[in-house]
């Protein structure tokens, strides 16, 4: 994943909750991809569903409506929705806002507790 971006980036994740720094290169984005094996196989399962491309009148930028579909422990489902909207030069996503639903997110990762953790720790 971290390869379709440039060596330079701005990734933001605007509705991010804790807030989150903005990821500035491929290195920094290949960390944040990276998942140690132990805690990826107690993750849910996670693909990209639903997925619609938006051109817009600036070349460079595309709007990627989309889904991420997780298979949780019990076998059931959730979904996820997400809008990205990026700056493509050269083949290379160079910047992006990314837009994912924070709170079905960490339900569908069994997590909401860490979420209302985070949102009473910022509202002191």
């Known amino acids: ?3 379709l971006y440039g060596e330079a980036t701005d990734v933001r994740h605007p509705m ?34 639903d997925v619609v491309v938006h051109e817009t009148a600036d070349p460079e930028v595309n709007v990627a409506e989309f889904a991420y579909k997780f298979t949780l422990p019990d076998d059931s489902l959730a979904k996820v929705p997400c809008v990205f909207v990026m700056r493509v030069r050269d083949g290379r996503i160079i910047e992006s806002r990314d837009y994912i ?6 339900t569908a990762r069994g997590e909401l ?12």
């Not at 639903?101 to 960490?106: K, L, M, S, V």
């Open 101 to 106: 639903d924070p709170i079905r997110t960490y």
């Open 1 to 3: 994943m971290p390869d």
């Open 16 to 49: 991010a909750t804790p807030e989150s720094e903005p990821l500035t290169s491929r290195r920094a984005l290949r960390e944040h991809f990276t998942v140690e094996p132990e805690v990826r196989e107690s993750s849910p399962k996670r693909s990209v569903v």
């Open 113 to 124: 507790d860490r979420l209302i953790a985070s949102l009473r720790k910022g509202a002191s």
